[in-house]
């Protein structure tokens, strides 16, 4: 079949809440580590989200918003809890919105995965610490009690009321990648014994009533979507099954967008890792798995992971197997990406796994990460992204900014 993925990508998206994206491409979440010292955004990030904006990307989302300032994922994440950075949210919201570009905050808590040089005590569903290489990088967690759930559900909505004061255009609850909300729905790391774990359905609530807090905040009319994880990758842990049930139950209240991603950082398949380091053959990671959720949902769904190519982009949605072409790190490297793909310019993406050839290595620095911050930094200093810059030269420079603490993991 011959297809033009410039046109079929520049259809507009309705949403089941009325709002309307202008066309099928948006740029995932990524954390920038670009916060101020005290977590307010900063105008650098003003002019990151201003480069995507004008690129022409119609759906923009923010790397991860924490929403207590007590659980990082990162020393530089920005943190909304209160309306003292309205200002600050504001000229950010303005920057991302330029261009007709929908720009939603992606809500986090990283629960267990808080680095132990940022958090002494973390907390999750249940009081069970990482096992193997990671552990030393993550102090054992405490279980939060009922009142800190009922507090962080709170907490959640809040800060989507804020941003949307702000002029954000919609909320990403993320609730992949193995942060506090995946830790819920895991039967491996929630082994709770009252009304938040055991049963799926038990396990689910607590996003369930964030997404209803959420909602009750922000009114109808408002976009809130999900990040969710197709599994978990771990023995024991979060199946297909599973979060295909999460799935029709947040469809059945209303979502409005799906994002499908997979694994946690102990098992990375969200950049098509395996946990052994080897990558991923073929394009779109969980493209197989969304062909199934696809047949019992009408939810808007969107995957995120490996898209590589304009031409795949296009036939998973001329296809109807997806609505929206999540991307991530070719969006690091290059802004203007969807303008050139919408414009009909047949695009091959240049990313490629990055590695030092030295698994420790790569592993204790997150060197990956790491590499796609520095691009992002240079956006939101006016400077040229650098697609050719050595993995080693990343690490040099992550020691010179940083010092050895990078071998601690700053991001889980
Ligand atoms: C530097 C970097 C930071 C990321 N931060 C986040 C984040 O804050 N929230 C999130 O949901 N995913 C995050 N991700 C994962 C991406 O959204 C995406 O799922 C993953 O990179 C796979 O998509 P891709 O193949 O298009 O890069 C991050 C990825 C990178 C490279």
Redesign the pocket.
């Known amino acids: 079949m011959s297809i033009n993925p410039g046109r079929i990508l520049s259809a507009p998206l309705s949403l089941p809440c009325g709002a309307k994206i202008k066309n099928r491409l948006c740029k995932?979440?990524?954390?920038e580590n670009l916060g101020a010292v005290d977590h307010r955004p900063t105008s650098r990030l003003s002019r990151l989200y201003e480069k995507w904006a004008n690129g022409g990307v119609g759906l923009c989302i923010t790397?991860?918003i924490m929403v207590d300032s007590r659980a990082l994922g990162e020393p530089r994440n920005v943190v909304v809890e209160n309306e003292s950075i309205l200002d600050e949210l504001t000229a950010w919201a303005s920057s991302g919105t330029q261009n007709q570009t929908h720009l939603w905050a992606?809500l986090n808590h990283p629960g267990k995965q808080s680095p132990s040089t940022l958090s002494p005590e973390p907390v999750a569903p249940s009081a069970i610490p990482f096992e193997g290489a990671l552990q030393k990088f993550f102090n054992p967690p405490r279980a939060l009690t009922e009142a800190e759930i009922l507090d962080l559900i709170a907490r959640f909505a809040k800060t989507a009321g804020i941003v949307k004061q702000a002029g954000f255009t919609g909320i990403q609850i993320?609730a992949?990648?193995g942060y506090l909300i995946s830790q819920f729905h895991s039967p491996h790391h929630n082994q709770r014994t009252d009304d938040w774990g055991g049963s799926l359905e038990n396990r689910m609530r607590f996003v369930l009533e964030i997404y209803r807090a959420i909602r009750k905040t922000v009114g109808k009319k408002f976009p809130v979507g999900i990040?969710l994880n197709s599994s978990d990758f771990m023995h024991g842990g979060f199946t297909e099954d599973e979060s295909l049930a999460v799935a029709e139950v947040l469809a059945a209240e209303g979502i409005d967008l799906i994002e499908i991603?997979g694994g946690t950082y102990e098992r990375p398949a969200?950049?098509?890792r395996t946990a052994k380091g080897q990558t991923h053959d073929g394009e779109a990671y969980f493209l197989s798995y969304a062909s199934g959720i696809r047949q019992k949902i009408q939810t808007p769904l969107m995957i995120?992971?490996?898209?590589r190519t304009s031409n795949f982009m296009a036939e998973a949605v001329a296809d109807n197997r997806i609505d929206l072409v999540?991307?991530?790190?070719?969006m690091?490297i290059d802004p203007d990406l969807p303008n050139k793909i919408l414009s009909g310019e047949a695009y091959t993406s240049t990313v490629k796994p990055l590695t030092t050839g030295i698994p420790i290595i790569d592993k204790m620095a997150l060197l990956?990460?790491t590499w796609?911050?520095q691009q992002l930094k240079y956006m939101a200093c006016d400077q040229p992204t650098r697609p050719n810059q050595s993995i080693w030269f990343s690490l040099a420079k992550t020691l010179v900014e940083n010092g050895f603490q990078v071998f601690q993991k700053r991001r889980a």
């Not at 995932?28 to 954390?31: E, I, R």
């Not at 995120?304 to 898209?307: I, Q």
């Not at 999540?326 to 070719?330: F, N, Y």
């Open positions: 995932s979440a990524m954390s790397g991860n992606q993320h992949a990648h990040k991603s969200m950049t098509g995120t992971g490996g898209f999540g991307l991530a790190r070719p690091a990956e990460v796609y911050e």
